[in-house]
């Protein structure tokens, strides 16, 4: 079965195209490129031994989109094809709109007209805004996000919801906590192009030195420490949700719409500082740090409850935070080599 993933060289996107060729599924990637490089293709290739077909375009160009669905035999998606940066987002928001929308609308007028189901979205917790209560489960109630980004994410779930009862599709929502960590093999993991806007792509370039120091937005938040807690989850535990996802649309042999919503988390929320010391423990290096002022936006705290996943997907974060910080420091290690 061929399976359609655009932004397929990005972070989460390049972890997850491998796992589903080490599942057997045949997969051909759209990516345009804005924020990955083309050698993440070659990895997967060498992490595989298997060669995904590649297309760099835009999904906002309809007629090449509509050539590849003439080209393959397309049976699902995984769209992780998005800009992502919060900030940024606020800058620039009709960007934000037309990119993540439109790219959205197009491959779903190519679903509609062909009769294709099993859909998987890319989303994230942050359209639960601040959640009153933790940790969150699916049936938190959504708030407008904070951020554009946010905004974009919780407008695509609703177009998919109306596309699934529309059309009697199959599709999945997978609301993502914080993902990190790269892939064991030391070939993939988060490329940040400029200034990293995350966490932990931030502490990974403070400890080798391309960064003086980190930011850290706050420390007056009312957690135990005072830093913004998360649920940090490993990429590649992330990536495996995606196939079990799939699998199940796959599987499920309804001809009505089908709509699942995920929280893909650990389960357990680490402050920033936690996070801070883990990596300096976990990889023997130093992280220096300043205490700076709230971050515009951010919310106090957010942890998952993975437990809807875990009993109708059969899955569950393995990873513990250690160890997905330990990744990042390999593969920090990789891109220097390869920039050398
Ligand atoms: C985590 C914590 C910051 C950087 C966003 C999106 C989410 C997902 C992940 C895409 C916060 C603090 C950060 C720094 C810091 N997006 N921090 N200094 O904002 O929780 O989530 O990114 O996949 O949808 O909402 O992630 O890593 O930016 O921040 O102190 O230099 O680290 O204030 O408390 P966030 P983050």
Not at 24 to 29: Q, R
Not at 144 to 163: A, H
Request: net charge negative.
């Amino acid at each position: 079965m061929a399976i359609l993933v655009t932004g397929g060289l990005g972070y989460i996107g390049s972890h997850t195209v491998v796992e589903l060729l080490n599942n057997g599924f045949e997969v051909v990637i759209i990516d345009d490129l804005s924020n990955t490089e083309r050698f993440i293709l070659k990895n997967i290739e060498e992490i595989t031994g298997k060669k995904p077909v590649f297309y760099p375009f835009d999904l906002r160009r309809k007629e090449l989109l509509t050539q590849v669905f003439d080209a393959h035999q397309i049976d699902g998606c995984i769209n992780f094809a998005a800009s992502k940066a919060v900030g940024e987002s606020q800058i620039i928001p009709v960007d934000y709109y037309e990119n993540n929308l439109f790219s959205l609308i197009n491959i779903l007028q190519e679903f509609k007209t062909r009769k294709i189901s099993n859909f998987i979205f890319s989303s994230s917790c942050t359209v639960y805004g601040q959640a009153d209560v933790m940790p969150i489960d699916e049936n938190t109630p959504l708030k407008t996000p904070e951020s554009v980004y946010g905004k974009t994410k919780q407008m695509g779930e609703q177009i998919l919801i109306d596309f699934a009862k529309a059309y009697h599709s199959k599709i999945s929502l997978l609301r993502y906590f914080n993902p990190i960590g790269a892939h064991p093999s030391g070939k993939l993991g988060e490329l940040p192009i400029g200034i990293p806007n995350n966490l932990v792509p931030y502490v990974m370039q403070t400890a080798s030195g391309i960064r003086e120091k980190l930011n850290i937005w706050g420390d007056d938040y009312p957690t135990e420490d005072g830093t913004a807690v998360r649920d940090y989850i490993y990429v590649v535990d992330l990536a495996k949700a995606h196939v079990a996802a799939l699998k199940k649309l796959i599987d499920d042999p309804s001809s009505d719409a089908v709509i699942d919503i995920y929280n893909l988390g650990t389960g357990k929320g680490s402050s920033v500082l936690e996070v801070v010391k883990a990596f300096e423990k976990t990889n023997n290096v130093e992280v220096p740090y300043q205490i700076c002022a709230r971050r515009e936006g951010d919310i106090t705290i957010a942890y998952a409850n993975p437990d809807k996943a875990g009993k109708e997907l059969h899955w569950k974060s393995e990873t513990s935070l250690e160890e997905a910080l330990r990744t990042v420091w390999e593969w920090q290690k990789y891109l220097k080599t390869r920039n050398s």
